[in-house]
């Protein structure tokens, strides 16, 4: 008798429990918010790049014309810890016949936060006319997305139960309270534009944060 009484005991609990939990009614939505925001700061990708039949002349240049870059973007007020400088980047050019070196093209690729957008065109400009060789588009982006996407979770949470709400009335039911919440990710995704514009003006639009939730609402008793 004493071996069978905690057993019987358990398998009762077990009974019990998995009794509370069939009686308990759980209906299931998704929600999401969307928060619109004006990129406040531009990432540019600048590369510079010179073709000679040494590394050395092709370095120069490159030196000389970052140097340039680097002192124009300071004097519109980048900082300098907002410009990063790659290392170099060297590719020989070999002739037809595969066997020597004809040329070297060297490469450097300078990485600018902006931070004023309103000194972006003239960047844009000054940098044309000093030469580089290539300009990435824009990545705009919102400096503190964290206060926009507290916003779009309080509207995610608003869309899922208004949609719990919507299918508990259908089924002739009312929510009882929330039994689960999952935070499904966030999106202050960055946004790409041209680099510039027709008639030299910049469209900067708007940046989306997104959140998105799963929610497990417990319906009332009928």
Excluded: C
Excluded at 6 to 17: D, E, G, I, K
Excluded at 184 to 189: D, H, L, M, V, W
């Amino acid at each position: 008798m004493k071996m069978i009484l905690p057993l019987t005991m358990l398998a009762l609990l077990l009974s019990t429990q998995a009794l509370a939990q069939e009686q308990i009614a759980l209906i299931s939505v998704q929600g999401s918010g969307v928060v619109q925001a004006a990129p406040d700061r531009a990432r540019l990708q600048m590369t510079v790049g010179s073709r000679q039949t040494s590394v050395s002349k092709a370095k120069t240049e490159v030196d000389a014309k970052v140097a340039q870059l680097t002192a124009m973007m300071q004097q519109l007020g980048v900082a300098s810890s907002d410009i990063n400088n790659a290392p170099l980047r060297i590719y020989p050019e070999y002739q037809q016949d595969q066997k020597a070196v004809e040329m070297y093209r060297v490469e450097r690729e300078l990485t600018v936060q902006v931070r004023d957008l309103s000194k972006y065109p003239e960047l844009l400009e000054q940098a044309a006319a000093l030469g580089i060789t290539q300009l990435a588009p824009a990545e705009l982006v919102v400096s503190e997305p964290a206060p926009l996407y507290q916003q779009a979770l309080q509207l995610a949470y608003a869309d899922a139960e208004q949609k719990a709400q919507q299918l508990a009335r259908l089924s002739g039911r009312k929510i009882k309270q929330v039994h689960q919440i999952q935070e499904q990710g966030a999106s202050p995704a960055p946004m790409h534009k041209m680099a510039m514009m027709a008639s030299d003006t910049v469209q900067f639009g708007n940046n989306q944060v997104r959140a998105e939730l799963s929610i497990q609402f417990e319906l009332a008793k009928p």
